[in-house]
């Protein structure tokens, strides 16, 4: 009788220890983020801003798009604070709901707030547990909570378009590649402690009529926009704060040396021929990098070997022959080898280690490492690159000769 009455009581506290989901939040009780912008005010403050999504507008088919729409599909609210995590909580006294960035897609971070340093975004981002590391970064020239306002026709969401972009130009071109918060905690941690960040900053006529159309859904309506938020340059971080930028060959450049370059495009002069240009698509690009000691200095051997396809050409040649193949190869050699270069200059120019060489002389002289680290600064200024191109146009296209060729 014991027996029975001690199980019943086991199977009461065993009852109301399953209490249901008792954390539960419903969905119409959070503001669910697709992108995030950090700006720092001129007090020293920061102001955190989030841009949320607005479900009926996406559910009923509005939000942008084709016409009878009613209702954006976003809408962007712009919290201060002396922290990141504090803007987060004082958003609790602005919004009748919680705002959520589990789903966030994108941080857009203001120049000023990146030249004050990421050590507090890359903190909140890898204490929070709402906060996902796999976000991307994004740098902009002006403020953040004003590129956040935008809208990217036909995109319903800025942000989640903005993502995407990211990712088809690093797939596709490789010029910018993408950079996550986890990609920047790293860098923080390892021997170059240097790393870059696409930046993003509005193109065509920017006037103050066209930057408030570019907040306003009628542009959805249009068949061009004025203005287009697009990936512009390279931004260059040292111990987590910005140093300077690359433009878009030098950033390329950068691409190479970091092992970044996937699939990409080279466009190079037909020979003596230099009005004629012909376009040339790497499907699959390989680079090996050896650290040497030379004297008292380092090279790095730079072995590029890219394979693809012509894609379009304006060379008055016969392609049918292989000289003319050849002398192509060799043409996209010497031009890959030019970006490298380019990159380089101006990683030295800048004294930046983007590319993570120190961490690749660490590994192969980890005894030499420990009187070099601490001019590595100097170091890396005098290194040298021995760049060596292996480019193979394997699928040249079926015509011969340039449509319009007279020989």
């Not at 590129?147 to 972009?165: F, N, R, S, V, Y």
Request: include cysteine; proline fraction near 3%.
């Amino acid at each position: 009788m014991l027996h029975q009455f001690g199980r019943f009581i086991m199977v009461l506290a065993a009852l109301f220890g399953l209490t249901g989901c008792w954390n539960r939040i419903e969905l119409n009780e959070l503001w669910v983020t697709s992108a995030t912008g950090v700006d720092m005010m001129e007090d020293g403050s920061w102001m955190v801003s989030y841009q949320v999504i607005i479900p009926s507008a996406i559910a009923s088919g509005t939000g942008g798009g084709s016409g009878g729409a009613s209702q954006l599909a976003s809408h962007v609210i712009s919290v201060k604070g002396k922290t990141y995590n504090q803007a987060l909580s004082n958003s609790n006294l602005e919004t009748s709901r919680r705002i959520y960035i589990s789903h966030n897609r994108v941080v857009y971070v203001g120049k000023r707030a990146a030249e004050a340093g990421m050590d507090r975004l890359i903190d909140f981002y890898l204490r929070n547990t709402e906060a996902r590391e796999m976000v991307a970064l994004v740098v902009t020239e002006g403020s953040a909570s004003d590129t956040l306002k935008k809208l990217m026709p036909p995109e319903k969401l800025p942000g989640a378009g903005m993502a995407d972009l990211i990712d088809k130009e690093s797939d596709t071109l490789s010029v910018f590649p993408k950079t996550r918060i986890y990609d920047f905690a790293l860098s923080m941690n390892s021997d170059s402690k240097s790393i870059g960040v696409p930046v993003a900053e509005l193109t065509g006529e920017v006037t103050r009529k066209n930057e408030e159309e570019a907040e306003n859904m009628d542009v959805f309506k249009k068949t061009s926009t004025p203005l287009r938020l697009t990936l512009t340059k390279l931004a260059l971080f040292h111990e987590g704060k910005l140093k300077g930028f690359l433009n878009r060959d030098e950033s390329l450049g950068l691409s190479y040396l970091a092992q970044k370059v996937k699939n990409t495009q080279i466009s190079f002069p037909c020979g003596d021929q230099s009005e004629m240009y012909t376009s040339f698509r790497a499907d699959n690009a390989k680079v090996k990098l050896t650290p040497r000691k030379t004297g008292f200095h380092y090279t790095m051997e730079i072995a590029v070997k890219l394979t693809g396809g012509l894609i379009e050409t304006t060379c008055d040649k016969d392609i049918s022959k292989m000289k003319t193949i050849h002398e192509m190869e060799a043409e996209i050699e010497k031009e890959v080898e030019r970006t490298i270069q380019e990159g380089w200059t101006r990683l030295q120019e800048l004294g930046v280690d983007a590319a993570g060489f120190a961490d690749r002389i660490h590994r192969k002289y980890p005894k030499e490492w420990k009187t070099v680290k601490s001019e590595w600064g100097r170091e890396f200024k005098k290194m040298e690159l021995d760049v060596r191109v292996d480019a193979q146009i394997r699928r040249p296209g079926l015509l011969q000769k340039h449509i319009g060729s007279k020989s």
